[in-house]
C-alpha cells in the first residue's frame, strides 16, 4: 500500500493515541494542527478511553455486536480490543484507511472493515453487515458515531441518527459526540478543520438526538461520563451520549 498524499482524520489520530499505523502526512498534519491550538494527545485519549466506557456499558445490555461508523484505525483501545467476544463491523469512506484496517484485521473471525458512509446506511455491503452485525434490524447493537456529528448540517444529521433509529433494533445503544465552541479561541486551528465542521452550544446538542433516549449519564463532556477516577483536567473539546433505541 503506497503512502497516501492527503493526511486523514483517523490516521492523525492514530498517530496522538501513540499508535503506530499512520504515515508522514498524517504527522506533518498533525503537528502543524498542535502548532495552531496545542498538544491534541490527551484530549484524544479521552475520547478513546470514553469509547472504551461506553462501550462496555453497552456490553452490560447484553449486546454482542457493533456497528462503526467513521472508524478510523482499529487499534489503540478500538472496539474490537474492548468487546472481546463481540462482532464489530468498522466502517469509513477514506479508501486509505479502510485498506488499513483490513490489512490489520486480516484473519479475524470477528471483526471486519468495509466502506460505509454513515449519511447512508445503504452504502455498508450487505454481506460484511450480515456476517459482522448478524443481529442487525432484528436484536440489540451497538451504534458507534465519533467524531461525524462535527462534519454534518442538522438537517443531515438529525436525517442520519433518525434513519439509524428506524433500522436499528430495539434496545440498540448509540455512542456519540459533539464538538463543542471549544476551537472558537484557536482561529488558526478551527480554519484547518474546513468549511464543513460545525461547531455547537451544548444547550442544542440534545434536541439533535431526535428519538434516542440519552442514559441517565445526560450529555456531558468526555471526561465526565463515567469516570473510573477523577475526571481528567482537558479542554472542554467534546460532549459525549450513550443514548438508547425504547420501543416504538
Known amino acids: 500500500m503506497g503512502e497516501p498524499d492527503q493526511p486523514g482524520t483517523g490516521r492523525m489520530i492514530d498517530f496522538w493515541l501513540g499508535g503506530e499505523h499512520h504515515f508522514p502526512v498524517d504527522v506533518a498534519a498533525a503537528s502543524a494542527f498542535e502548532q495552531a491550538y496545542g498538544p491534541c494527545a490527551p484530549v484524544f485519549r479521552e475520547l478513546r478511553a470514553f469509547l ?17 461508523f467513521g472508524a478510523g484505525v482499529p487499534t ?15 466502517t469509513d469512506v477514506d479508501p ?11 484473519g479475524s473471525d470477528r471483526a471486519g472493515y468495509g466502506f460505509g458512509d ?22 440489540p447493537v451497538g451504534v458507534v ?23 436499528a433494533a430495539p434496545g440498540s445503544l448509540l455512542v456519540l459526540d459533539f464538538d463543542t465552541e471549544e476551537l472558537a ?20 446538542f440534545a434536541p439533535l438526538l431526535g428519538r434516542w433516549a440519552p442514559t441517565a449519564d445526560g450529555i456531558v463532556p468526555v471526561a465526565r461520563w463515567r469516570p473510573t477516577g477523577p475526571p481528567a483536567r482537558v479542554p472542554d ?10 420501543a416504538d
Do not use: K
Not at 60 to 67: I, K, M
Not at 96 to 106: D, F, M, N
Not at 118 to 139: C, E, N, S, Y
Not at 237 to 246: E, G, N, W
Open 52 to 68: 472504551g466506557r461506553a462501550v462496555r456499558a453497552t456490553l452490560a445490555h447484553g449486546v454482542d455486536g457493533f456497528l462503526v
Open 76 to 90: 489503540m483501545g478500538n472496539v474490537h480490543e474492548v468487546a472481546t467476544d463481540a462482532t464489530v463491523l468498522y
Open 96 to 106: 486509505v484507511t479502510i485498506r488499513l484496517g483490513q490489512s490489520i484485521l486480516a
Open 118 to 139: 454513515a449519511t447512508d446506511i445503504g452504502t455498508i455491503d450487505p454481506a460484511q453487515l450480515r456476517r459482522f452485525v448478524p443481529g442487525w434490524g432484528r436484536r
Open 145 to 167: 458515531f465519533l467524531g461525524l456529528a462535527a462534519f454534518l448540517d442538522d438537517a443531515t444529521l438529525t436525517r442520519t441518527l433518525d434513519e439509524l433509529y428506524a433500522a
Open 185 to 204: 479561541g484557536h482561529p488558526q486551528a478551527l480554519a484547518m478543520m474546513g468549511p464543513q465542521f460545525r461547531m455547537r452550544q451544548p444547550s442544542t
Open 237 to 246: 473539546a467534546f460532549h459525549c451520549v450513550l443514548a438508547t433505541r425504547d
